[in-house]
């Protein structure tokens, strides 16, 4: 498009843009500027930090021919747990972990908060999800060879992650104290302690103490909040950083391309 | 020349020509700080998570308050069948605290010879509903002299022996005695098949039969009664 010529009102001669001079380059516009700013600030910071290097290293890896959507479950389980962080920060807000409280405050938040019943729905449908996702993602890598060298860590990481996402399912179910979160714990506990010899002493842990006592629901809640979720998002570090590391596999139906020189018979 | 440094190096600073090194000085001092920033590393580390991890595990070795609490005069109690008592077990929590015993007078009948060691007398048999299965609350159904376990079937006779279902041992006892005319029921004890008495009570699931009772190792926080 053709640009607009304003009209140019009568000026002194003075206040007249001046013509160029031969050999000097364009002096930049405003506006060219004020387009530019974004690259500029970025520029700014990665001067100082030059984390467009890592950036690229993370989001721009070769990926193998055959890539196709079960890659997609590790990420789908790592937002699973994005979600429950956030609606678990904002169920936080309104719940309170005291024996006499917490099924008032959880009834309190079901019941009468705005869009308080989805909230707490997104919570305990998505760990459902969330578990459900993870062993899917397990399931892909294992049917895919993926845990073989040299991405056996990665398989062990991806191990403790499941079992600390037990650990949430079974501190989680306790906190609305009704009925069946009381009689779950109960049971849970106990099959804890039923372990040989540690057993008695790991099932006095998880109470804190011989009885269900004052302290049981704080202390399933703060590991359910403090604990386990900042070891989920250390361990979820590691696990991306391993995989962008080392790279994901080909799907196993894909065989490589030899090269022709290459193939023993022909040599 | 250098085939053999290590072997050549005396083990004094002074003949290794460190500046300002003494006489009959091992040590360097580089090493010396080192050892020492180490040192006062692990020891202010110590500091804060010791007491951090006795803090989560106190719980586990406190000693429980022997409490006794009366549920009924001792005419409410008949050797034949069991009255259900409400009582707080875990103080502090509420009503989550409580909970339901079966009380009866004791019976030589069934009961056999009564342990004449046992604190409180043990003229009345007070039975925990605590299921010897995972802990679920079973219930007495007095039609067939039986305690019922809803979860998982678990079965227990009269005194509180298995039926049938899955229970690694009898019901777990209280003790009882009697003051100023009222029953009262005090700490927990569990008993294995043979009705042998263990003052530190188990969990559930956990057997108290032969190897069974090495392998779940009482607390060590249980209250001596006398």
Same mark, same amino acid.
């Given at each position: 498009m053709a640009r607009l010529k304003l009209p140019i009102p009568p000026l002194p001669p003075a206040l007249l843009p001046r013509p160029k001079r031969p050999g000097q380059a364009e002096k930049a516009k405003p506006l060219d500027q004020a387009k530019e700013a974004g690259i500029h600030a970025a520029d700014w910071v990665d001067e100082r930090t030059t984390l467009s290097g890592a950036l690229r290293w993370t989001m721009f890896r070769k990926v193998p021919k055959g #890539?196709?959507?079960?890659? #997609?479950l590790g990420s789908a389980a790592m937002f699973a747990f994005l979600s429950q962080a956030v609606t678990g920060v904002f169920l936080a807000m309104y719940y309170?972990?005291?024996? #006499?409280d917490a099924y008032e405050s959880t009834r309190h938040i079901t019941n %009468?908060?705005? &869009?308080g019943e989805f909230v707490r729905g997104m919570h305990k449908w998505g760990s459902t999800m969330m578990v459900i996702l993870i062993f899917l993602h397990m399931g892909r890598v294992f049917f895919f060879g993926a845990y073989k060298y040299p991405r056996e860590i990665n398989w062990i990481i991806g191990f403790v992650l499941l079992v600390l996402t037990f650990v949430m399912s079974l501190t989680g179910? &306790? &906190?609305?104290?009704?009925q069946r979160s009381y009689w779950a714990t109960i049971v849970a506990a106990n099959i804890t302690a039923s372990?040989?010899?540690v057993g008695p002493f790991l099932g006095d842990f998880l109470r804190g103490g011989? %009885?269900?006592?004052?302290t049981t629901l704080s202390r399933f809640y703060s590991i359910h909040m403090l604990l386990v979720p900042g070891l989920i998002a250390a361990l979820i570090g590691a696990h991306i950083y391993l995989v962008t590391r080392l790279g994901t596999t080909a799907p196993p139906w894909l065989k490589a391309d030899v090269d022709e020189r290459l193939r023993e018979d022909e040599v | 020349m250098a085939k053999d440094r290590r072997q050549t190096k005396s083990k004094y600073t002074a003949d290794r020509n460190i500046p300002g090194a003494f006489e009959g000085?091992? !040590?360097?001092r580089r090493r010396f700080m080192t050892g020492t920033v180490h040192a006062g590393g692990i020891v202010a580390t110590a500091a804060i998570v010791l007491p951090a991890l006795g803090f989560a595990l106190g719980p586990v070795f406190e000693k429980k308050e022997t409490r006794w609490e009366a549920v009924g005069?001792?005419?409410?109690?008949?050797?034949e069948t069991y009255v259900p008592k409400v009582f707080t077990e875990?103080?502090?929590?509420g009503d989550v605290g409580k909970t339901t015993v079966y009380v009866r007078a004791y019976n030589p009948d069934i009961?056999?010879?009564?342990?004449?060691?046992i604190p409180g007398g043990g003229d009345f048999v007070a039975l925990s509903t605590?299921?010897?299965? *995972? =802990?679920c609350p079973v219930r007495f159904v007095a039609a067939s002299e039986r305690f019922i376990c809803p979860c998982h079937g678990g079965v227990y006779d009269f005194t509180g022996q !298995?039926? =049938?279902?899955?229970? !690694?041992?009898p019901l777990d006892h209280f003790y009882t005695r009697v003051q100023d005319g009222q029953v009262e029921i005090g700490p927990r004890y569990s008993v294995n098949s043979e009705f042998e008495r263990f003052p530190a009570y188990r969990d559930p699931g956990?057997? *108290?039969?032969g190897i069974g009772q090495y392998l779940y190792p009482g607390r060590f926080s249980t209250p001596k009664l006398d």
């Open positions: #890539t196709n959507w079960f890659y #997609t309170t972990p005291s024996v #006499t %009468e908060v705005f &869009l179910y &306790l &906190l609305p104290f009704d372990g040989p010899i011989a %009885e269900f006592g004052a | 000085e091992t !040590v360097t005069p001792t005419d409410d109690f008949t050797p875990s103080y502090g929590i009961d056999g010879e009564k342990d004449p060691e605590r299921c010897m299965h *995972l =802990g !298995v039926d =049938g279902g899955p229970p !690694v041992r956990q057997d *108290l039969d």
